[in-house]
């Protein structure tokens, strides 16, 4: 089994900044990609940041320049660094792993979610 927890969301002021976390636990034996997504309610689940096992970094358009994502594999972490954070980044944040369990089966699992909610 493998379990992702996230934390580190809540309540901020239009131009704030917040850092979500995620870490990941249980049989594993690598962790590929891992990333960032994101639902407004009535939205479909999007892509906020993915970064690869190598460092690779992939941003929505909507956060470019504003989110940082960043790992570390020795700690099996994800963060999400937010920065002049906008109303239309409120959502439930997911973090997300995919990668080989230590029976060498494939996995790609989802945590439970962080509320961020941006207003003034």
């Known amino acids: 089994q493998v379990q992702l927890v996230e934390s580190g969301g809540g309540l901020v002021q239009p131009g704030g900044s917040l850092r979500l976390s995620c870490v990941a636990s249980?049989?594993?034996?690598?962790?590929?990609?891992m990333g960032w997504y994101r639902q407004a309610p009535g939205n479909e689940r999007e892509l906020v940041a993915r970064?690869?096992?190598?460092?690779?970094?992939t941003y929505a358009d909507s956060v470019k320049g504003r989110f940082t994502i960043s790992r570390d594999n020795a700690k099996k972490m994800v963060y999400l660094q937010m920065n002049s954070l906008k109303p239309e980044d409120t959502a439930v944040y997911y973090c997300?792993?995919?990668?080989?369990?230590?029976?060498?089966?494939?996995?790609?699992?989802w945590g439970q979610g962080t509320q961020v909610t941006v207003s003034s």
């Open positions: 970064i690869s096992s190598g460092g690779r970094t």
């Open positions: 997300n792993a995919g990668g080989m369990t230590l029976s060498l089966e494939s996995y790609d699992h």
């Open positions: 249980g049989s594993i034996f690598t962790i590929a990609a």
